[in-house]
């Protein structure tokens, strides 16, 4: 039995598949610690009662206006890559905060090993100054590694192989240099640590670091080219029913409305959420389709009074649901995607940012679902249409 802390940053999405992790280590005797954002503790202890939290100010981000700028796709290109720039800077405390929240976690749990998101910076510290036995776990692709016909995430459509490769040449520079050196060195000075350099960087990121795609192989087949420490397994899912029970409610609507649709965007926003779900309700009604609704973070909003074929659900496990609804209508994130494919239901993907825009694509390229629109481009005509060739 060893231990193993496990280390992800980021949204719901990005610790479900931790989580699933740490729920296969703990049936096979390991012995299985989180850290995590503050805000999911409850969530983490669920599989372990081992938790360390990192700061809450980092998911806190999340309903800063000028972060709803970005994940909303508010404004121009230019504006959001400006404001980008801005939070990498005025972030930077935040961000040198979680390094050290990480590192508490590695010296109180003292593991065997850690498995980590790639946002966390600690981890590669840990390997290169302390000797630590480090991995990453990613739930999208995309990263590090080259993929000739996609480009890196964050960096649009594909386009020639040779722009698709640049892609991650300038992806990895932005890794090494923004996040990992600089948020990271000035933490190690506080350490009295020898600071990082590019070139051990560049080296143990893509030459020794083990690295596993936990994604569907039938949406992204491993690349050829790959070094063999970089491996495509599946998508991990706990079993997330075990601590939920349907409302009679819930019951009495699929009783009278089989077969609804699935709309949810998770985490995500956008520059109009009352006109989203005001599209959503009309369009639903007029092509007779009853419809089941998230309105999760905010990025549909709702009238009080809606039509009896319409029911708003919140916090409800895709496991239970999905084998139940006809079709989902979702936002791309990895673990909705993964969701939907492991009932073989039909998607209609509306990406807001970063890999939602490679979902679409692979769901369309793997025949399960029409090609999907930017929430920027949502209107009754787009979003009518699309619903008409997911449900034909």
Same mark, same amino acid.
């Given at each position: 039995?060893?231990?193993?802390?496990? #280390?992800?940053?980021?949204?719901?999405?990005?610790?479900?598949?931790?989580?699933?992790?740490?729920?296969?280590?703990?049936?096979?005797?390991?012995?299985?610690?989180?850290?995590?954002?503050? /805000?999911?503790?409850?969530?983490?202890?669920?599989?372990?009662?081992?938790? &360390?939290? #990192?700061?809450?100010?980092?998911?806190?981000?999340?309903?800063?206006? %000028?972060?709803?700028?970005?994940? +909303?796709?508010?404004?121009?290109?230019?504006?959001?890559?400006?404001?980008?720039?801005?939070?990498?800077?005025?972030?930077?405390?935040?961000? /040198?905060?979680?390094?050290?929240?990480?590192?508490?976690?590695?010296?109180?749990?003292?593991?065997?090993?850690?498995? =980590?998101?790639?946002?966390?910076? =600690?981890?590669?510290?840990?390997?290169?100054?302390?000797?630590?036995?480090?991995?990453?776990?990613?739930?999208?692709?995309?990263?590090?590694?080259?993929?000739?016909?996609?480009?890196?995430?964050?960096?649009?459509?594909?386009?020639?192989?040779?722009?698709?490769?640049?892609?991650?040449?300038?992806?990895? &520079?932005?890794?090494?240099? /923004?996040?990992?050196?600089? =948020?990271?060195?000035?933490?190690?000075?506080?350490?009295?640590?020898?600071?990082? %350099?590019?070139?051990?960087?560049?080296?143990?990121?893509?030459?020794?670091?083990?690295?596993?795609?936990?994604?569907?192989?039938?949406?992204?087949?491993?690349?050829?080219?790959?070094?063999?420490?970089?491996?495509?397994?599946?998508?991990? %899912?706990?079993?997330?029913?075990?601590?939920?029970?349907?409302?009679?409610?819930?019951?009495?609507?699929?009783?009278?409305?089989?077969?609804?649709? =699935?709309? +949810?965007?998770?985490? #995500?926003?956008?520059?109009?959420?009352?006109?989203?779900?005001?599209?959503?309700?009309?369009?639903?009604? %007029?092509?007779?389709?009853?419809?089941?609704?998230?309105?999760?973070?905010?990025?549909?909003? *709702?009238?009080?009074? *809606?039509?009896?074929?319409?029911?708003?659900?919140?916090?409800?496990? &895709?496991?239970?649901?999905?084998?139940?609804?006809?079709?989902?209508?979702?936002?791309? +994130?990895?673990?909705?995607?993964?969701?939907?494919?492991?009932?073989?239901?039909?998607? *209609?993907?509306?990406?807001?940012?970063?890999?939602?825009?490679?979902?679409?694509?692979?769901?369309?390229?793997?025949?399960?679902?029409?090609?999907?629109?930017?929430?920027?481009?949502?209107?009754?005509?787009?979003?009518?249409?699309? *619903?008409?060739?997911?449900?034909?």
């Amino acid at each position: 039995m060893s231990k193993v802390l496990l #280390m992800s940053l980021g949204s719901r999405g990005d610790m479900e598949p931790f989580l699933a992790k740490g729920e296969e280590l703990i049936e096979e005797g390991h012995e299985v610690a989180f850290c995590m954002p503050a /805000q999911f503790e409850s969530l983490a202890k669920q599989v372990s009662p081992s938790f &360390y939290p #990192m700061t809450a100010d980092f998911l806190a981000l999340m309903d800063d206006p %000028e972060v709803k700028k970005i994940t +909303g796709q508010i404004g121009s290109g230019w504006s959001r890559l400006k404001t980008i720039l801005k939070l990498l800077r005025s972030t930077k405390p935040i961000q /040198q905060q979680l390094i050290r929240d990480q590192k508490t976690a590695d010296d109180a749990f003292k593991p065997d090993s850690i498995i =980590y998101h790639i946002k966390c910076v =600690y981890p590669v510290i840990a390997a290169l100054r302390y000797n630590r036995n480090v991995a990453l776990l990613s739930p999208v692709p995309c990263l590090l590694y080259v993929v000739d016909d996609e480009p890196a995430i964050g960096f649009g459509r594909p386009k020639s192989p040779w722009w698709n490769r640049m892609t991650y040449s300038i992806s990895n &520079y932005a890794l090494i240099n /923004q996040a990992i050196l600089g =948020y990271g060195n000035p933490v190690l000075k506080e350490w009295n640590e020898k600071p990082l %350099e590019k070139k051990e960087l560049k080296s143990f990121l893509l030459e020794k670091l083990p690295v596993e795609f936990a994604i569907s192989q039938e949406l992204f087949p491993r690349p050829k080219n790959w070094p063999q420490h970089v491996v495509v397994t599946k998508f991990r %899912e706990r079993n997330k029913t075990k601590q939920w029970e349907p409302s009679d409610q819930l019951l009495t609507f699929l009783e009278k409305h089989p077969n609804p649709l =699935y709309i +949810g965007f998770g985490s #995500m926003i956008n520059g109009n959420p009352r006109e989203v779900g005001r599209i959503i309700i009309e369009t639903c009604s %007029e092509l007779e389709q009853p419809v089941l609704i998230n309105t999760s973070w905010g990025g549909i909003e *709702l009238d009080d009074q *809606l039509p009896d074929h319409v029911f708003v659900v919140s916090d409800i496990p &895709y496991d239970w649901l999905f084998g139940k609804v006809r079709a989902v209508v979702h936002h791309g +994130g990895s673990g909705t995607t993964h969701s939907a494919l492991r009932f073989q239901k039909k998607q *209609l993907i509306i990406p807001h940012i970063a890999d939602q825009y490679l979902w679409n694509r692979l769901i369309h390229k793997a025949g399960y679902g029409p090609i999907g629109f930017p929430i920027k481009k949502f209107n009754k005509e787009r979003f009518k249409k699309g *619903l008409q060739n997911l449900v034909r």
